[in-house]
């Protein structure tokens, strides 16, 4: 098991950015795959990025890509989320998380590990 927190949320004007973070505990980071999600108000949690234990594949979502960019630094136990022009229906509570696999994942039921959240509200 891995325990995650994230921060960096916010309020931003449309076309704004923000770089969330996520921290995790334990020795172990680099076996672990990661993943953002997020969940707007209203509807359901909706994968956003993923990377693999080694950084070297990522995946994203369309309505984010070229926008959102996912990375790791595996010497801080640290995963991150640049989020660069962003937009109103960005608005969402962004949830970190992990499982112990070398691969990308973008399926949310395959993580079992996640953060408590942190709030990102984009304002027109």
């Known amino acids: 098991q891995v325990q995650l927190v994230e921060s960096g949320g916010g309020l931003v004007q449309a076309g704004g950015s923000l770089r969330l973070s996520c921290a995790a505990s334990?020795?172990?980071?680099?076996?672990?795959?990661m993943g953002w999600f997020r969940q707007a108000p209203g509807k359901e949690r909706e994968f956003v990025a993923a990377?693999?234990?080694?950084?070297?594949?990522?995946y994203y979502s369309n309505p984010v890509k070229g926008r959102f960019t996912i990375s790791r630094d595996n010497a801080k136990n640290t995963v991150y989320l640049q989020m660069n022009s962003l937009k109103p229906e960005d608005t969402a509570v962004y949830y970190c998380?992990?499982?112990?696999?070398?691969?990308?994942?973008?399926?949310?039921?395959?993580?079992?590990?996640w953060g408590q959240g942190t709030q990102v509200t984009v304002s027109s």
């Open positions: 998380a992990a499982r112990r696999t070398v691969l990308a994942i973008t399926t949310q039921r395959e993580y079992d590990n």
């Open positions: 334990g020795r172990t980071f680099t076996a672990y795959a």
């Open positions: 990377i693999s234990w080694s950084g070297s594949n990522t």
